[in-house]
Nanobody
Framework: QVQLVESGGGLVQAGGSLRLSCAAS????????MGWFRQGPGKEREFVAA????????YYADAVKGRFTISGGNAKNTVLLQMNSLKPEDTAVYYC???????????????????WGQGTQVTVSS
């Protein structure tokens, strides 16, 4: 069973930066999209950003557009999330996700993704 392994979470002050990374455990794993969801305290889980490997097409939630950048890592099936200008409302557990099917150009629903990481905590203090 393929696992997604996240790293890079932590505590940062408002205005600071963090970079999350995620890698699939199997080199032969083939995904169409990889990305990130998050769940803040008392909130529902929400889409953050994703990358479609074909054409390296990236897309973002409005709440993070202009502050977060998603990109592919050097290794296959590795994805990075650079988070700048962090705000206290960005505090959440961040989950790496991967899809092996492609239903449409942008996959923003939880049900689009069959593979989920365990999550990494990001805390932004004010």
């Amino acid at each position: 069973q393929v696992q997604l392994v996240e790293s890079g979470g932590g505590l940062v002050q408002a205005g600071g930066s963090l970079r999350l990374s995620c890698a699939a455990s199997e080199r032969t794993f083939s995904s169409t999209h990889m990305g990130w969801f998050r769940q803040g305290p008392g909130k529902e889980r929400e889409f953050v950003a994703a990358i479609r490997w074909s054409a390296r097409f990236t897309y973002y939630a409005d709440a993070v557009k202009g502050r977060f950048t998603i990109s592919g890592g050097n290794a296959k099936n590795t994805v990075l999330l650079q988070m700048n200008s962090l705000k206290p409302e960005d505090t959440a557990v961040y989950y790496c996700v991967a899809a092996t099917q492609e239903y449409r150009l942008r996959l923003g629903a939880e049900s689009d993704y069959a593979y989920w990481g365990q999550g990494t905590q990001v805390t932004v203090s004010s």
